[in-house]
């Protein structure tokens, strides 16, 4: 029989193999501990109140630069009385990025994505009239410019009214004159590219007047606000060359391994096993993922590239999910009269995990999707969306546990079934019991190693979950996220696919038949004929990818 690599490699070639490929995951998380700076960086922003009497829908408001506009420092500044100014006149001005140092800043490509959470500060007044869960109408305004173009030539990328709710409160013993709300943020826009040098965020909180009525009356209860800040938060430019830079290296190494199995695989005379089919399903989706699109971010504006990057991971995550319950199923071998080997066997785990992987895809959609036209929009801006989207990121982590759980039983039995049936191995000719038991050592290695990915995995999704959703809920959560994290788990699915597959394949060496083992072990041979025969027998189904399934066979049906 020939059996796959991981079942004929001498034992120091296999220890050249795991050392090599430890070393590249050490260099995984090497990397993202001492190049990569932290994933992102957040920048808040006091807004700068801009005045004017004859405001303009179509007109733009900045801070700095030739036809900066008109602004105040509080509302006791006598121009708030002189030009006899209301909320309506008053326009929020954010410029970004902001100097730093005297020295002017710009964003670059490598950011990838723009971020904004809106925080007010509302102050205590016993004469105003305050609501702390009001509704709030929002009038935004997005514009952009490159470096070249004029300081006061400024072009509209996307403008929304929204209404947020707002969620504040105050301790009773401070309900006293200047002291603060403690309001949540509230999530503002959110980019899928940065792909403009200079951006500026225009935002007007209008009220009801003579001049502008509104029925019904809008913003009417947001009390004495005080100042309005913006986190921007975006990914560093450092991190994303780090990142990128292991997509380059991943992509063609995970490619190449493709092709050299699936020639393998090709040679045979018998068809691909399910195991060798989900192998090159698991290698295509991380070949997807792999695919460093991000390079088009820096010729071409990709607000896209967001929601991608999600289709892209939910599909390597279902292929991996996926293959991690049929890889330990096919291994399990129980006496129950099912045929393996066929898709159809795991219907009922597959369902689960494309259903799971289908829900995550809609809700996706539902945010990030409608971004694409609106970056305004949030499924946050209401207490039903808020309530759905919480439940959903707890539910996701809730599913999660639950089927590294489940797969943990799956393991524990695989490994419980083969211990059993090693009960057989002394009836074997030494030189092949030795086989086998080397074998199972191996595979058990092997398998530890999948529950180890597992769990590392979980934990990246659910960390990931709480990461994207800790500024839209504002919890105080402290969660110290390192490129190190980031990055080995990414080189762990990498490295991990790659043992896989080179493992897995089809070996060209073959194990001598029982009269061709030395003359010392004949005793052994003889004495279990009827073992050696059977085995024999299931070893060289043409069904059978690796001996260790054919010895799990063997032992369940005796």
């Known amino acids: ?128 009239k305050f609501d702390p869960n009001a509704l709030m109408t929002i009038e935004a305004r997005l514009g952009y410019r490159n470096k070249g173009d004029p300081e006061d030539r400024w072009v509209e990328y996307a403008s929304s009214t929204e209404e947020r709710i707002l969620d504040c409160s105050i301790d009773p013993i401070h309900k006293k004159e200047e002291y603060m709300y403690n309001c949540s943020s509230v999530p503002l826009f959110e980019l899928g590219s940065v792909h403009h040098d200079f951006y500026l965020l225009n935002i007007r909180l209008p009220i009801s007047t003579q001049e502008e009525p509104r029925d019904p009356p809008t913003n009417d209860e947001l009390g004495y606000l005080t100042d309005v800040w913006v986190a921007f938060i975006h990914q560093n430019g450092g991190f994303t060359k780090v990142w990128v830079s292991l997509k380059t290296v991943f992509f063609p190494t995970i490619v190449g391994i493709m092709v050299w199995f699936w020639r393998r695989i090709s040679i045979l005379s018998r068809p691909p096993a399910l195991l060798e089919y989900m192998l090159m399903v698991l290698g295509a989706a991380l070949t997807i993922l792999n695919c460093p699109l991000e390079y088009l971010t820096l010729y071409f504006d990709c607000p896209w590239m967001t929601v991608v990057s999600d289709i892209r991971q939910g599909l390597f995550y279902a292929s991996l999910l996926s293959f991690w319950l049929i890889f330990t199923g096919e291994h399990l071998m129980v006496r129950d009269d099912i045929e393996r080997n066929k898709v159809k066997v795991y219907w009922r785990h597959l369902s689960a995990v494309l259903g799971g992987c289908l829900c995550l895809f809609v809700f996706d959609m539902c945010e990030r999707g409608v971004q694409l036209t609106n970056p305004f929009y949030s499924i946050w801006v209401t207490e039903i969306g808020t309530n759905l989207a919480l439940a959903f990121i707890i539910l996701a982590g809730v599913c999660a546990g639950l089927y590294f759980c489940f797969l943990s039983y799956m393991i524990w039995k695989v490994f419980i079934n083969i211990s059993s049936k090693r009960q057989s191995l002394p009836a074997m000719s030494t030189a092949r019991r030795l086989h086998y038991e080397g074998i199972i050592y191996r595979f058990k290695v092997l398998m530890l190693a999948t529950l180890l990915c597992a769990a590392m995995t979980v934990i990246g999704f659910i960390l990931g979950q709480v990461s994207e959703g800790q500024w839209s809920w504002d919890e105080n959560i402290k969660l110290e996220y390192t490129s190190a994290f980031f990055t080995g788990v990414y080189g762990m699915w990498n490295v991990y696919t790659f043992a896989l597959i080179c493992l897995y394949a089809p070996s060209h060496k073959r194990w001598p038949k029982d009269q061709d083992w030395p003359a010392s072990d004949n005793c052994d041979t003889q004495s279990s004929t009827g073992e050696e025969i059977e085995f024999s027998r299931l070893a060289t189904e043409p069904s059978e990818m690796s001996s260790i399934t054919a010895f799990a066979q063997k032992a369940a049906t005796d």
């Not at 990025?97 to 007010?120: C, E, F, G």
């Open 1 to 128: 029989m020939a059996g796959a690599i991981i079942e004929n490699l001498s034992g120091r070639k296999l220890g050249v193999l795991i050392v090599f490929l430890m070393l590249c995951q050490l260099i995984c998380f090497l990397v993202g501990a001492l190049i990569a700076p932290a994933p992102s960086s957040v920048m808040s922003i006091l807004g700068t109140k801009c005045i004017d009497k004859n405001y303009r829908h179509d007109k733009w408001y900045w801070t700095r630069g030739k036809g900066k506009c008109q602004s105040i420092g509080d509302y006791k500044d006598p121009k708030v009385v002189e030009q006899d100014i209301n909320a309506n006149n008053i326009i929020f001005s954010f410029q970004i990025p902001s100097p730093k140092d005297n020295t002017v800043l710009d964003y670059s490509r490598w950011h990838q994505n723009l971020i904004a959470m809106m925080h007010l500060d509302i102050q205590y007044h016993h004469e105003a």
